[in-house]
């Protein structure tokens, strides 16, 4: 299986900061890869798909970037809504997998 | 809008079986390129791709595989999860949602979400 793993586990940035996460595979995913957000107690909603790619709506301060084995998350502008915990996941290989999460709030 | 919503027992005793509902509304369960599938989070924990169904068959984590199925009722629009022989380690929220086109593909349909429990 693809293992993922995510760093840091959990940030605490201000209003306005630029805040990236980054996402690494065990083994080349091309550039099948997801990012979703989790707010307390909702569903998991998806902001990007394939790499890099904004699903429709998502606002553009949060982009998605890599290929290969390493990914990087971004948050251009820091807003007070995208607390949250922010998952990848990759679709290369069966069984798919999720990263353990990345936990953002405002200090 | 296509909406999707879980239903079922909210616990479920050790070695039994957990089973579950997913009923779409705002679109056909039909539909050839929609993919149905099921996703569990252990509380406090990550996310868990346990499997899907379509129109052609099905594809489950290996894991779980010799203790599941899922089907596909069209006559309700719904789609179904049955998890047998549980232990505690079943214990989560259990997501239903779509895929589209495959599932080697985006998740761009959740539903809410339910919990189930497994204790005695």
């Known amino acids: 299986d693809i293992q993922m793993t995510q760093s840091p586990s959990s940030l605490s940035a201000s209003v306005g900061d630029r805040v990236t996460i980054t996402c690494q595979a065990t083994q080349d995913i091309s550039n099948y890869l997801n990012w979703y957000q989790q707010k307390p107690g909702k569903a998991p909603k998806l902001l990007i798909y394939h790499g890099s790619n904004l699903e429709t709506g998502v606002p553009s301060r949060f982009s998605g970037s890599g290929s290969g084995t390493d990914f990087t998350f971004t948050i251009r502008t820091l807003q007070p809504e995208d607390v949250a915990t922010y998952f990848c996941?990759?679709?290369?290989?069966?069984?798919?997998?999720f990263g353990p999460g990345t936990k953002v709030d405002i200090k | 809008q296509l909406q999707l919503q879980e239903s079922g027992p909210g616990l479920v005793k050790p070695s039994e079986t957990l089973s579950l509902t997913c009923t779409v509304s705002g679109g056909s369960i039909n539909s050839r390129d929609s993919y149905w599938g099921w996703i569990r989070q252990p509380p406090g924990k990550g996310l868990e791709w346990i499997g899907n169904?379509?129109?052609?068959?099905?594809t489950y984590n290996r894991s779980l595989k010799s203790r599941l199925t899922m089907s596909v009722d069209t006559s309700k629009n719904h789609f179904s999860l049955n998890l047998s022989s549980v232990s505690a380690a079943d214990t989560g929220i259990y997501y239903c949602?779509?895929?589209?086109?495959?599932?080697?593909?985006?998740?761009?349909?959740w539903g809410q979400g339910t919990l189930v429990t497994v204790s005695p």
């Open positions: 949602a779509r895929w589209a086109n495959g599932i080697a593909a985006p998740i761009h349909n």
């Open positions: 996941q990759q679709y290369d290989n069966f069984p798919l997998t």
């Open positions: 169904v379509y129109y052609s068959g099905s």
